[in-house]
T-cell receptor
Framework: AQKITQTQPGMFVQEKEAVTLDCTYD???????LFWYKQPSSGEMIFLIY??????QNATEGRYSLNFQKARKSANLVISASQLGDSAMYFC?????????????FGQGTRLTINP | NAGVMQNPRHLVRRRGQEARLRCSPM?????VYWYRQLPEEGLKFMVY????????ESGMPKERFSAEFPKEGPSILRIQQVVRGDSAAYFC?????????????FGAGSRLTVL
């Protein structure tokens, strides 16, 4: 079975600092995908970044990058130059191989608060 | 170019009533997924549908919950005889054919409160 673990219930960071949100995963599928979503207080789920298990390079999208360490089964999200608008819940999620391709398994989330 | 549309955004029901949540996928998307988010938790997969077919309902509770995606119209998640434990946010997501979950687009969610 697939599992996502986010060990940081809450993080507090000063504005303009970089922040790393931890995510570890467990799967026996050789092919999988890893996602990060942001959920602001308004409640919607906003896709941030995706990393495929066979991708050679770490994914980047603007201020977001994914620190993918396959041997350690970790997929940490790095947000550079944090902004007040980054305050939200952040969820790490995994897509399985062919069998589980239609499902995402989510972690418990990390609540990030950016202080001015 | 509307995204995934869910309604109602908020729904209040008394115990024993029925709740119907609707989801219109993005244009060109023929695959619909429903997820449930309990308070302070991550989303959990419920069901995956294509037009007129339930592909995977392994996350659906065995009783009271049903889902459909008819040939015409939105997908419907139906909860009969609601109980307080059904209070949650219900998210719909859609994807184009043959894409798996790589390009899931989520709706804004429907928040069900059971009194």
């Amino acid at each position: 079975a697939q599992k996502i673990t986010q060990t940081q219930p809450g993080m507090f960071v000063q504005e303009k600092e970089a922040v790393t949100l931890d995510c570890t995963y467990d799967t026996s599928d050789p092919s999988y995908g890893l996602f990060w979503y942001k959920q602001p207080s308004s409640g919607e789920m906003i896709f941030l970044i995706y990393q495929g298990s066979y991708d050679q390079q770490n994914a980047t999208e603007g201020r977001y990058s994914l620190n993918f360490q396959k041997a350690r089964k970790s997929a940490n999200l790095v947000i550079s130059a944090s902004q007040l608008g980054d305050s939200a819940m952040y969820f790490c999620a995994m897509r399985g191989g062919i069998q589980g391709a239609q499902k995402l398994v989510f972690g418990q989330g990390t609540r990030l608060t950016i202080n001015p | 170019n509307a995204g995934v549309m869910q309604n109602p955004r908020h729904l209040v029901r008394r115990r024993g009533q029925e709740a119907r949540l609707r989801c219109s996928p993005m244009k060109g998307h023929s695959h619909v997924y429903w997820y449930r988010q309990l308070p302070e938790e991550g989303l959990k997969f419920m069901v995956y549908l294509q037009k007129e077919n339930i592909i995977d309902e392994s996350g659906m509770p065995k009783e009271r919950f049903s889902a459909e995606f008819p040939k015409e119209g939105p997908s419907i998640l139906r909860i009969q005889q609601v109980v307080r434990g059904d209070s949650a946010a219900y998210f719909c997501a859609s994807s184009p054919p043959l894409s798996g979950a790589n390009v899931l687009t989520f709706g804004a969610g429907s928040r069900l409160t059971v009194l």
